[in-house]
Nanobody
Framework: QVQLVESGGGLVQAGGSLRLSCAASVTIASLNAMSWYRQAAGKQRELVAT???SRSTNYEGRFTISRDNAKNTVDLQMNSLKPEDTGVYYCNAIQGPLNYWGQGTQVTVSS
């Protein structure tokens, strides 16, 4: 069982930055991949960034995913935020055939 706890969300003005963090209850080196998703109200959850042991992929150019193996955390640095970035951001981990989710953290970007 993997538990994921997100933190760092909040209210920010457009153009600002936020850094989200996801703390895992296991050694993240044991995980196949970790990702950040976001879900705006009334919309489907969408993939924002993914990181594995060997590479990272940022699907939103203003965001950067990173990992700290010593702390067992995966962060998402979000810059130049826009109102359309508003939503709940979820941390996801894949371990073998299993998929784990955090409870989410709210990000609200005001115009």
């Amino acid at each position: 069982q993997v538990q994921l706890v997100e933190s760092g969300g909040g209210l920010v003005q457009a153009g600002g930055s936020l850094r989200l963090s996801c703390a895992a209850s296991v050694t993240i080196a044991s995980l196949n991949a970790m990702s950040w998703y976001r879900q705006a109200a009334g919309k489907q959850r969408e993939l924002v960034a993914t990181i594995t042991k060997s590479r990272s992929t940022n699907y939103e150019g203003r965001f950067t995913i990173s990992r700290d193996n010593a702390k067992n955390t995966v962060d998402l640095q979000m810059n130049s935020l826009k109102p359309e970035d508003t939503g709940v951001y979820y941390c996801n981990a894949i371990q073998g055939p299993l998929n784990y989710w955090g409870q989410g953290t709210q990000v609200t970007v005001s115009s």
